[in-house]
Nanobody
Framework: QVQLVESGGGLVQAGGSLRLSCAAS????????MGWSRQAPGKQQRESVA????????NYADSVKGRFTISRDNAKNTVYLQLNSLKPEDTAVYFC???????????????WGQGTQVTVSS
């Protein structure tokens, strides 16, 4: 099973920046798509914020385009999310997720991290 360890959350003032990291470890054949989602206070659903494919193709939610940047280091099995120009509405628990294959020709399965809190004060 893959283990995901997130770090980098915290409290920041509006306009500030944070960098989130999510490192994957464990026994698996390969990691494919990686991404970040968030769950705002009082909301039941998670919102996909950004994804990055194994070829480096990225996608962003409209609400974060131009402010957030997702990247990955395949050698370290780590995905990053740079959060700039933060707004109070960005306050949420941020979760990383990875698409993992445990054996050659096996199915791609999603795994989620435990979440890291980002709080933006006005």
């Amino acid at each position: 099973q893959v283990q995901l360890v997130e770090s980098g959350g915290g409290l920041v003032q509006a306009g500030g920046s944070l960098r989130l990291s999510c490192a994957a470890s464990g026994r698996f054949f390969g990691i494919y798509s990686m991404g970040w989602s968030r769950q705002a206070p009082g909301k039941q659903q998670r919102e996909s914020v950004a994804t990055i494919a194994s070829d480096g193709t990225t996608n962003y939610a409209d609400s974060v385009k131009g402010r957030f940047t997702i990247s990955r280091d395949n050698a370290k099995n780590t995905v990053y999310l740079q959060l700039n120009s933060l707004k109070p509405e960005d306050t949420a628990v941020y979760f990383c997720n990875v698409e993992v294959r445990y054996r050659l020709a096996g199915p791609r399965l999603n795994s989620w991290g435990q979440g890291t809190q980002v709080t933006v004060s006005s």
